[in-house]
């Protein structure tokens, strides 16, 4: 016989099980090795025939104790630290961190820099989408999708490696701007003191791409049948369950609520003269979470083509003290990442680095709504549903 | 939300709120405000922010260890007049405009509980369990207040300033010593080798 523990244990007996099942409810563990959990989670299911009664999440794996690392860095360091957090959108992580740090500090970043930062987080954000729309279907049975998506995120990776020197940890944000870029330099000793030659030219090349594949993930994804079969009705999340779980991003916004912190939050980066739209659904479904994702990556292209018309001349990095100390205080600075509200809490006593940061990441309040959405469905509509929130075990676990 | 001219500014949302639930004081320095309650008006405070000032969304609750020695990292500000307390924070939004509060409460070190927020906000769950097993905070009234990320057997609570973090101490922090001089090139003698007798020993870094 099985049996859950408090934690979620399984304990065998050893008993014969085809005999002593019968009747009973049945505990199924699913992952933490599963190709549908995205890293290492573990799912501990009570199954009613196929039917899920009870489903308890087991998270920790990938648990690297951030906060507590966090506590033993400079600023400066910290930023190496953080975009390590979700890393399928490296850049994102670190807005929000190094906003806060200059908030305390009371430096106003170089103008240019702020434009560069709103650039590569939609980019981010263009890359995550791709990657969800890429492995969404994937879990719902669909292979090429992956391979469609993952070439044009390819152009975009290109773009964000050229600036930043990095693809998925960029640490390209100091305070009071941005590193001054990699690449470009005539000689090895000389670096490039701006964004390297023909950066824009690649980003509008990289945004053609993205648009034409969204346009072919409409055709071969959002219009499938099989599709629509698998994610409509699936896994709704109700409007009053989104507030009270605190669940933010594309998956707050595919249930009606229209949350997007590049609006709130109008002091973090330059998003006041971009024109863009906040994409709300419905319903609140998987297909919702899913056609959120697909328009926001046209809406971000669109933020895209504007900003790299209107980055302002001048230096990438504002004038600040050689050695970062941040005068006492505490302060919580909040981004629109990929994946929802990623925020930090500093509090600071004065010294080169914190007394304590807290890093409330998306993905964690995300996937925490799995144990209730999940009862009464059948096991492939769990996979439906967990799919479509978006999350990255790095971003859970911190 | 806007009925007073004064909400719209975060020192007026915060004095309003403050004045509404009966708080102990409240600052809103750095646009963040943290509204401070007694340990008895927790859970009402909370309820007062979500039916009363349309704060419901749950962003995050987490604590802060004030304590007067810590193991690793550096000490608090002003050591001598610090009180060792927990502070548990809480963060509440609305979801769809700015205004935003953070609840905040002390708790003595050697009577640490606190009533759980789980039927208020259902998603404090899952970071009341990770305070409880980060901090050692009880928190009364939850369903299900077991470990989170740690496992079963762990001993101890990592976030506690009391707690060692292994990797400093076996290699201290900070300084040259993050950078290791390599054995046959001292500055002594890279000075006499380039002929530039103004070496000096290295800089002290801006992190290492």
């Known amino acids: 016989m099985t049996q859950l523990d408090g934690r979620g244990i399984v304990e065998v007996s050893d008993g014969g099980v085809s005999v002593e099942l019968k009747g009973e409810t049945m505990t199924l563990n699913i992952g933490p090795q599963h190709p549908s959990t995205h890293g290492v989670l573990r799912l501990v299911a009570e199954v009613d025939g196929e039917r899920i009664a009870k489903l308890e999440p087991a998270i920790g794996y990938m648990h690297r104790g951030k906060e507590k690392l966090a506590e033993v860095r400079t600023y400066a360091q910290i930023t190496a630290l953080i975009n390590r ?19 305390l500090m009371g430096v106003e970043p170089a103008p240019r820099a702020q434009m ?20 969404y279907p994937l ?46 330099g005539k000689t090895q000793k000389k670096v490039s003191l701006d964004l390297p030659a023909g950066f824009y030219a690649a980003v509008e090349n990289a945004m053609d791409r993205a648009e034409l594949a969204c346009d072919e993930l409409d055709d071969l994804v959002t ?18 369950d989104v507030i009270a779980y605190g669940i933010s991003g594309p998956n707050a916004r595919a249930s009606g609520v229209p949350t997007d912190l590049r609006k709130l939050e109008t002091g973090l980066l330059p998003y006041e003269g971009i024109d863009f739209d906040v994409i709300t659904r419905e319903n609140g479904d998987a297909f919702d979470r899913y056609l959120v994702r697909i328009l926001e990556i046209r809406e971000s292209i669109k933020i895209v083509r504007q900003a790299i018309g209107s980055v302002p001349d001048g230096p990438l990095q504002a004038k600040v003290p050689r050695v970062l100390k941040v005068p006492p205080g505490s302060i919580y600075v909040r981004a629109e990442n990929p994946k929802g509200e990623m ?10 680095i914190p007394y304590r940061v807290k890093i409330r990441s998306a993905s964690f309040s995300n996937i925490s709504i799995l144990s209730k959405v999940a009862v009464g469905q059948l096991i492939p509509d769990l996979v439906a549903t967990m799919g479509s929130l978006d999350f990255v075990l790095g971003d859970v676990d911190r | 939300m806007t009925d007073s001219p004064s909400e719209n500014t975060p020192e007026g949302f915060a004095a309003d709120f403050a004045a509404e639930i009966g708080a102990e004081r409240w600052t809103a320095d750095n646009d963040t405000v943290h509204v401070y309650v007694t340990r008895d008006k927790w859970v009402a405070a909370a309820t007062a922010a979500r039916d009363e000032a349309g704060l419901g969304f749950f962003s995050f609750l987490s604590a802060v260890d004030w304590a007067k020695e810590v193991a690793v990292g550096e000490p608090a500000d002003d050591v001598d007049n610090l009180v060792e307390r927990y502070e548990v924070l809480c963060r509440l939004s609305s979801a769809t405009e700015a205004s935003a509060i953070i609840l905040a409460t002390s708790l003595d070190k050697d009577d640490a509980w606190l009533d759980s927020l789980t039927s208020v906000y259902a998603g404090a769950a899952w970071h009341e369990r990770e305070t409880a097993e980060m901090f050692g905070i009880e928190f009364r009234g939850h369903p299900n207040l077991i470990h989170l990320y740690l496992p079963d057997s762990f001993e101890g609570h990592p976030l506690r300033k009391s707690f060692a973090l292994g990797a400093r101490e076996v290699k201290p922090w900070p300084g040259t010593v993050d950078v290791e001089e390599l054995p046959s090139t001292t500055n002594v003698e890279a000075a006499a080798l380039s002929g530039d007798d103004t070496a000096q020993s290295a800089p002290e870094g801006e992190g290492s």
């Open chain 1, 85 to 103: 957090i979700d890393w399928v959108s490296g850049f994102a992580n670190e807005v929000a961190f190094i906003r806060a740090v200059e908030q």
């Open chain 1, 223 to 240: 219009g499938n049948e099989m599709i629509q079969m698998r994610a409509k009705g699936v896994g709704i999340i109700s409007y009053d």
């Open chain 1, 116 to 135: 560069i930062r709103l650039i590569l987080t939609e980019l981010t954000r263009i890359s995550n989408h791709l990657v969800f729309a890429s492995s």
């Open chain 1, 343 to 352: 925020g930090y809490y500093i509090v600071s006593q004065g010294g080169r």
């Open chain 1, 139 to 184: 879990e719902l049975g669909a292979f090429t999708p992956l391979m469609w998506a993952f070439r044009e995120r390819e152009h975009i990776m290109d773009v964000i490696e050229s600036a930043t020197g990095g693809r998925f940890h960029p640490n390209f944000n100091r305070v009071g701007g941005v590193k001054p870029a990699a690449g470009g």
